[in-house]
């Protein structure tokens, strides 16, 4: 990375803490059950975990909230959570983190998602949900409009997170693209695969490659610069970020550039939230002034220090300007 390349990236970095972002999505409690592995059980051939501890995070869109709060921004999600042993968890974890909780939406008819990973010695051992995946109430989503409306002015972009558990639906987001164009502010959004039609008219979309794949027909054997042109114009956007793996990123722009991005991690033990991260740093360069390939570059590194931590994990500005002041 040349050093006045590095230099501009080190400089948008550094107005992280301006940034403002309104974040819409689905929320979901985060339990981690830390233990070792000593036998197989004599029951079934299972490993039998010696639970030591268990902790709690945010997941969802507000792994997203928390990666900015982490970097300096200033965030106000809005989603639902129940009224329940969880949500009040959920709302308890995110006040313990700074978060702002006027986004915040109870309804007792549902159940606030809970994801519980089983971990030992450093390895996921397997994971189980507890959710209900219902499309929210019409009460529900006029109540996040509302805030939606009360906080679009004193936000800078607003980011939409779709993990398909009843939150983001054709109504939401026709109503808030057309506030959002109404007061010329970018929307971008980490799609669910089964709901790209939804996200006509936003500003930039986030998806992996088996994402992007899935949205074009006949697309298994289109190489992926063909899948990106036509995931820009199917959805009238001004980008496609899509996160490849090991294989790092590649970002197609209306303009019909094409930037390919290699992977920044140096080790990677755990994927959990790398996608949260990646949309967390993109929008915030966005918010800050930044084009989208310096964008697409800061998010990048961002994502390759967050899969060398276990768990759902953040990234500092401290270990993100390391990491970038380490850059070939």
């Known amino acids: ?31 981690f059950v830390w ?31 928390n990666n900015i709060r982490t970097l300096g921004g200033t965030v106000y999600p809005c989603g639902v959570v129940g009224r329940d042993l969880e949500g009040r968890m959920l709302v ?8 702002e909780t006027g986004g915040v939406i109870y309804d007792a008819s549902r159940r606030t998602t809970l994801k519980t990973r089983i971990i030992a010695h450093s390895q ?29 002015e004193k936000t800078d972009v607003i980011i939409v997170e779709d993990y398909g558990k009843g939150v983001i639906q054709p109504a939401l987001l026709e109503e808030l693209l057309k ?38 027909e006949h697309s298994e054997k289109l190489p992926m610069k063909e899948v990106g042109k036509k ?43 790398a996608g949260d991260t990646v949309i967390s740093v993109f929008s915030m360069a966005l918010a800050v002034g930044a084009k989208m390939k310096d964008a697409a570059r800061i998010s990048n590194i961002a994502a390759g220090i967050v899969v060398g931590k276990l768990g759902t994990a953040t990234v500092t500005p401290e270990e993100l300007e390391r990491a970038l002041r380490k850059e070939p």
Do not use: W
């Open 1 to 31: 990375m040349k050093d006045k390349k590095k230099t501009r990236l080190l400089d948008y970095l550094r107005l992280f803490s301006k940034a403002r972002i309104l974040v819409i999505g689905d929320f979901m409690l985060d339990q």
């Open 35 to 65: 233990g070792s592995v000593n036998r197989i059980s004599p029951e079934a051939p299972v490993p039998v975990v010696n639970v030591q501890r268990e902790s709690y995070m945010p997941g969802g869109a507000l792994n997203v909230a």
């Open 92 to 99: 308890k974890t995110i006040r313990r983190e700074g978060i």
């Open 124 to 152: 996921q051992v397997v994971r189980f949900d507890r959710e209900k995946g219902d499309d929210i109430s019409k009460e529900d989503r006029a109540a996040m409009m509302r805030f939606i409306r009360a906080a679009i």
């Open 179 to 216: 506030l959002a164009r109404k007061h010329k502010k970018p929307v971008v959004v980490d799609p669910k695969e089964k709901h790209f039609s939804y996200y006509k008219g936003a500003t930039a979309i986030t998806p992996n490659r088996k994402e992007a794949y899935g949205a074009i």
């Open 231 to 273: 995931l820009l114009s199917k959805l009238a956007l001004e980008g496609v970020l899509m996160t490849l793996g090991e294989d790092g990123m590649a970002l197609f722009e209306k303009d019909g550039s094409v930037t390919q991005i290699p992977t920044a991690a140096r080790e990677v033990y755990d994927v959990s939230g």
